[in-house]
């Protein structure tokens, strides 16, 4: 087993969820790599000292410029805030490290094209931490699809709700609260709920066409935290819109951080000629599934509990019945990627990947503005970067 130098950027959130999937991978898959934690970067000295502490991390950096250079770091993991993602993955690149992206890619598509360039032309393994995917129960709806048991697809629908920007009092801005601000988000619910829908949808259904989309800013000025002023807010708190698959399936999507009640309420839902599937994160371990074709004295929505063996990805966790959560995402998109690194090829979904979802927010933001259809520019192989 071949040593894997990893080189963090960013201790927060999702700096944690990363963390545990590179030190629990081993335990559970049989990989040709052996994660390293060699190295974390942040601005607090004290905070990231903590994490380094907690997590095992083996040295530190106040300079991702310098992290990127070391010699000894393999792969760069870059968790965070959206505005820094181009500069640190232009750079990772360069340099020839492999490199794991938070999502979304980029603040939009033509950051994420010259991103998705870059990677290509190095030639190194890339991923978007689109986690989700690598929940058993969408990964088993993305097989049924792909055996045809849905059958034609006339319908999807999705939406993600959060309550947690109600209050008017709340700042914007600043390490805690960078998502309120457009100036290091990009965009509100659509860059970052939304796209995780959609990341799911185009995996599952294919490319979008064409969106009609409106968005909401509810409180249009909030105190920010590093100037102290109170100033406009720029991101959106709730999107909408309607959506045409290029398989010719209708669509629509709806996020919002205004849905008092619901903490992160991710569901989709798939009508097909034969069948339908459905899934709700805060049941993750189930997918609902209805098959039309069964004898009518027994057909009904069935709640197919994910724990089996045969089950994706189960097999390597414990015995049928007992589940799993949210973290094991990161530890499968991890095992996974390690697995296409070995070959040097890199694992779905690719920055590639995740440039379409950029391509289709950008839609989106365009189509709220405008009021009418918007078409979504689609990925072309060997397209040149406009920035």
Request: net charge positive; with cysteine.
């Amino acid at each position: 087993m071949k040593n894997l130098n990893i080189g963090l950027i960013g201790y927060g959130f999702m700096g944690r969820a990363h963390s545990n999937a590179f030190r629990k991978v081993g335990n559970f898959f049989d990989l040709k790599y052996q994660p390293v934690l060699k190295a974390v970067c942040g601005r607090d000295k004290a905070k990231l000292g903590a994490f380094a502490d907690r997590w095992g991390y083996k040295t530190q950096e106040t300079d991702w410029r310098k992290l990127v250079g070391r010699k000894d770091i393999d792969l760069i993991d870059i968790a965070c805030p959206n505005d820094m993602h181009r500069e640190i993955a232009l750079a990772a690149a360069k340099a020839g490290k492999m490199i794991l992206c938070e999502k979304p890619l980029a603040m939009n598509g033509p950051e994420g094209l010259k991103m998705t360039q870059a990677v290509e032309k190095a030639g190194v393994p890339n991923m978007v931490w689109y986690n989700y995917r690598r929940v058993p129960a969408v990964t088993l709806a993305k097989q049924l699809i792909d055996e045809g048991r849905l059958g034609r697809i006339f319908h999807y629908r999705a939406k993600f709700l959060q309550d947690w920007t109600i209050s008017k009092e709340l700042p914007q801005g600043g390490a805690g609260l960078w998502r309120l601000d457009v100036k290091v988000a990009g965009s509100g619910v659509t860059g970052d709920l939304l796209a995780h829908c959609i990341d799911t949808a185009l995996w599952l259904n294919g490319g979008i066409d064409k969106i009609s989309a409106m968005t909401e800013t509810f409180i249009k000025e909030r105190k920010h935290n590093l100037t102290g002023k109170v100033e406009k807010v720029g991101i959106d708190d709730a999107c909408a819109f309607l959506a045409r698959f290029k398989n010719g399936s209708l669509a629509n999507f709806e996020s919002t951080r205004y849905a008092r009640g619901h903490k992160a309420l991710y569901t989709f839902e798939i009508n097909g000629e034969h069948a339908s599937i459905f899934w709700d994160l805060h049941d993750l371990h189930r997918l609902q599934y209805f098959d039309h074709r069964d004898q009518g004295t027994v057909r009904g929505w069935r709640s197919l509990h994910i724990t089996d063996g045969e089950h994706p990805y189960m097999k390597n966790w414990w015995v049928p019945g007992l589940q799993i959560g949210y973290e094991h995402t990161f530890i499968h998109q991890f095992a996974d990627f390690l697995q296409a690194a070995a070959g040097n090829t890199s694992a779905a979904p690719t920055f590639r990947d995740g440039l379409a979802t950029d391509y289709v927010t950008d839609a989106i933001l365009k189509s709220a503005k405008s009021g009418r259809w918007e078409h979504v520019e689609q990925v072309k192989a060997g397209e040149q970067a406009t920035v």
